[in-house]
């Protein structure tokens, strides 16, 4: 089931390269929950999307793909108008998704250290360790990101070893400790987080999806995290601004 599942979203995601409304037949109409807050309803919008953005040629690889109960989630790259890199979750009753979310932003870097947003490794090991890395993400996210422990970083981060996808800041432990009490204009972090919504896992990698405010705008943060030996080792993470409610096209909410 697990195998097969992904294989149809992966499928669905290879669907927007041409359009074709078929590769959205993983998607239950009756039951779709869209959180896009750009995208309409069911089945029909995602079709309408579809076709929308065929007309830019765009091209679509997947990166990593997990799994985690009925959740599907994998981390993209697209070729539209523009470059972009993205997280894609959906949720799943018998063979069919009902529900998904996502987190999409401009193609940035490499960073500091020469590294993409999406290199690095790709398939889930340690699969007997899943509940365990869950807990570790979770507790980091609780204690360093909402509520800025800082002096716990080494607690979680394996400093000698820590890689860093993310656009603007290199490896190592203190450049994210450098990144994480940057201030912003107004004298907020420039990073803030606020609530987490969703823990993923499977095996060594976990995926954190939270809500806060990058300078002091309404920001929905996916961070996925590789860990080993009870250790964070590598993130890569994607940052897209929430748009005003006046905005959305559904009424199920980014979370």
Not at 119 to 137: F, K, Q, W, Y
Not at 199 to 211: I, K, P, Q, R, Y
Request: charged share 30%.
């Amino acid at each position: 089931m697990t195998s097969k599942r992904k294989d149809r979203i992966c499928a669905l995601l290879k669907g927007i390269e041409t359009g074709d409304a078929a590769a959205t037949a993983v998607v239950n109409p009756d039951k779709y929950i869209q959180h896009n807050p750009q995208t309409r309803e069911g089945g029909e919008g995602l079709a309408a999307l579809f076709k929308r953005l065929a007309k830019s040629s765009p091209r679509v690889n997947i990166v990593r793909v997990f799994s985690d109960g009925d959740y599907v989630f994998a981390h993209t790259e697209y070729e539209f108008s523009s470059s972009r890199i993205g997280f894609e979750v959906f949720r799943f009753e018998g063979d069919l998704t009902v529900e998904h979310w996502d987190n999409i932003q401009s193609r940035k870097g490499p960073n500091p250290s020469g590294r993409t947003m999406v290199d690095g490794p790709t398939e889930a090991t340690d699969l007997d360790r899943t509940e365990s890395n869950r807990e570790i993400v979770r507790s980091f996210v609780d204690e360093v990101l909402i509520n800025r422990l800082l002096d716990k970083l080494e607690q979680y981060i394996d400093g000698d070893n820590y890689t860093e996808h993310n656009p603007r800041i290199s490896d190592g432990l203190s450049a994210l400790r450098t990144e994480l009490s940057q201030p912003a204009s107004n004298h907020d972090a420039m990073i803030r987080y606020d609530r987490n919504h969703r823990l993923l896992a499977e095996g060594n990698f976990v995926l954190s999806v939270s809500e806060g405010a990058l300078n002091g705008i309404h920001t929905s943060f996916y961070d996925l995290f590789r860990v080993a030996h009870g250790k964070l080792v590598e993130h890569w993470d994607t940052t897209e601004a929430i748009p005003p409610r006046s905005e959305w096209k559904n009424d199920n909410g980014k979370f």
